[in-house]
């Protein structure tokens, strides 16, 4: 059995892929989950997260992946994510709003509600943690759904950091990872002014060479989940002192 077992929505690409390809700890199993594939050093658990039905498929895994166990450390890091439909609302397409909603607000509140159920009676660290973004408070038009997903995760982990710490144990927190050099970044910047007016300042940060290797932003996750900060932060990436 492994010391740590480690699952990571989105580990197919961007972020997650880069946080399951520099787990920092020896002996530790990565569960992804995505519908693509995260390539052959990570198990994979292929689920469209934006489809209600697949979420107690991953309650399932965690239950089962947990049952016996007897490491030292448990964490799901919930990086899935998507700024699709991008554009204002009202003038979208209501099924991609919805896929949005779900994807972006529904299913990590769900699934972090059936990870803490999971591993609630185990004695090993635990840490749950959410990928947010500076659109949750920054008014970006374009971004709607993708900023209020985030705004409510970001009070969620507020409310369940505070239960946790009263009873639980489980370290719930929330990061926003800066302006990281993701196929995300790549989907804004193709998108036409009128649909995201803020598309130049994307461009701008590109060109100055302002986005971050998102293996660097990993090594930074780990080192801040390993350092560890008050259960229920919502933490800029940027403002840590972290190598
Ligand atoms: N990049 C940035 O500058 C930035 C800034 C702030 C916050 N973030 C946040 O960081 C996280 C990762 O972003 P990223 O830039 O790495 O994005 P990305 O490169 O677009 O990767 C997104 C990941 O989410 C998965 N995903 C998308 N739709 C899914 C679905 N319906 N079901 C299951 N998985 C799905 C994708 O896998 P499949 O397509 O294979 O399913 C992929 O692995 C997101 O939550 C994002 O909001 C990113």
Redesign the pocket.
Known sequence: MAASLVWI?????????ALAKTVPWDDTRVIG????HPGDSIEHLE????DPSTWPVVGASFRRELEGFGGEHVVFV??????DPMGFAAEVDSEAYL?NVL??SAAPQVLGQLFLAAVRSLSARRHLVM?????ARIVYPGWSS?GAG?AALDQWVRNVGDEQAKRGGVQVLSV?????D????G?LRDTPEADFPSRQKFLDLRQQGK?SD?QQVAGRIWGMIDRGVNNGSVVDLRNLDLP
Do not use: F
Request: glycine share 18%; charged share 10%.
């Open positions: 929505s989105g580990a197919s690409g961007g972020i997650g892929q989950i995505s519908r693509g689920v469209d997260l934006a919930q990086a899935a994510g998507t700024i896929r994807l972006n990928l947010t973004s500076g659109a993708y985030k926003a990872p800066g302006t990281v993701t196929a995300m970044q989907r986005l998102p």
